[in-house]
């Protein structure tokens, strides 16, 4: 046995509350079910990974792990990160490709990029590739789907002030003039210099995407989000040839293949891999490598803690979305300076956990 392979695996659930009302076309933010992974070295050092659901099937991920994955692992050199994914994914073949999976997976590949990054002394920015310490933050809180339309406009006006460059305005109302009407009120009300992303959740048709968009056409959006459902490839191409919004996906998709696809068939123009969902940093960084292959940007969904290191360690990405979503379990948050998020410098996830609030948020099971 040498030093460095994984003696002990653990994992276990905490539910965080929300920490505000968050609304969009089809779904509302239940809780965070919040997985952890923590391994352990033969010579003691840890790495604590983790990953989330927005309120359904975190039980079905912890008992992933606890009855199958987790010992697939032990044994394994915590260096050997295409190893230790590899033989997590290759013991649950008969559930892969999909969300329960790459779940479960993501908080194991996490937990190995953390005691990774302290074995080295590095940050996770650095250790992924270090293309730079800060990256743009755009904000999310203020355009849930609930907020009236001068709710939207205070909220945008108040990120304009604290330094955002952009904004983001979730559509999906019953009448595309509604939807229409908002988001001109904001653009009115920041001008013609803060981006306005907007995001439909996949509550639309191709036909109805493509309607949208013209009236949307004069309002110069730096991106039209998950218009569609995630598996409708060749509706998000008719859209991305219809209009000249960008078009955005990524969050609701769980293999490196389905970016791959996207990409081959001109579908999207900018990919919001989630690193929690896609199964971990080491497919997270393959789809963000792929997507610079084919000079397209990423801009990760949710998850800012984890997303600004993993956002700053490549050369192609855009933004990094602000949700705040750990507060309750955490110390020190992630730095904004001058509307850029900055990468934290410790080494490691860089996520400052606290222990004691963890335990008092976790589920017994």
């Known amino acids: 046995m040498t030093s460095d392979q994984i003696v002990h695996a653990r994992a276990w659930l905490c539910d965080l509350p929300v920490e505000r009302p968050r609304t969009d076309a ?5 809780k965070q079910e919040t997985l952890f992974v923590e391994l352990e070295t033969a010579s003691g050092q840890t790495g604590l990974g983790y990953s989330y659901t927005i309120g ?3 039980g079905a991920v912890l008992d992933l792990l606890r009855s199958t994955l987790l010992e697939a692992v032990i044994g394994l050199d915590i260096h050997r990160f295409e190893a230790i994914w590899y033989a997590a994914f290759n013991a649950s073949r008969a559930t892969t490709t999909g969300a329960i999976t790459s779940l479960a997976l993501a908080a194991i590949d996490t937990a190995v990029w953390d005691a990774r990054g302290k074995i080295h002394g590095l940050p996770l920015w650095v250790l992924a590739g270090g293309a730079r310490p800060e990256v743009p933050l755009y904000d999310t809180e203020g355009g849930w789907l609930h ?6 406009v205070a909220q945008a006006e108040d990120s304009a ?20 009407s908002r988001l001109a009120a904001v653009r009115t009300a920041v001008g013609p210099d803060m981006d306005i992303m907007v995001d439909a959740n996949q509550s639309l048709t191709a036909a109805e995407a493509i309607r949208r968009a013209a009236l949307f056409a004069d309002l110069d959006l730096a991106w039209f989000e998950e218009p569609l459902p995630a598996d409708d490839i060749a509706g998000h191409r008719r859209l991305s040839e219809a209009c000249s919004i960008p078009i955005a996906v990524g969050e ?15 579908a999207a123009g900018i990919l919001q891999v989630d690193v929690a969902r896609v199964g971990g940093i080491t497919p997270w960084l393959k789809v963000a490598h792929l997507a610079d292959a084919y000079n397209v940007k990423v801009a990760p969904h949710f998850l800012m803690e984890l997303h600004v290191s993993l956002a700053c360690a490549i050369p192609n990405s855009l933004y990094v979305e602000h949700i705040p979503q750990l507060t309750a379990v955490t110390g020190d948050q992630m730095q904004v300076r001058d509307g850029m998020a900055v990468a934290p410098s410790s080494p490691g996830l860089g996520v400052d956990w606290d222990r004691a609030a963890l335990e008092a948020y976790q589920v017994t099971r």
């Open 161 to 180: 002030a604290r330094g955002l460059p952009g904004v983001k305005i979730k559509i999906g109302k019953p009448r595309g003039r509604e939807d229409a």
């Open 56 to 58: 359904t099937g975190g």
């Open 26 to 30: 089809i779904q509302a933010f239940l």
């Open 252 to 266: 609701s998709m769980y293999s490196v293949a389905q970016f791959k696809e996207y990409l081959h068939q001109q």
């Open 147 to 152: 907020l009236t339309e001068a709710e939207l």
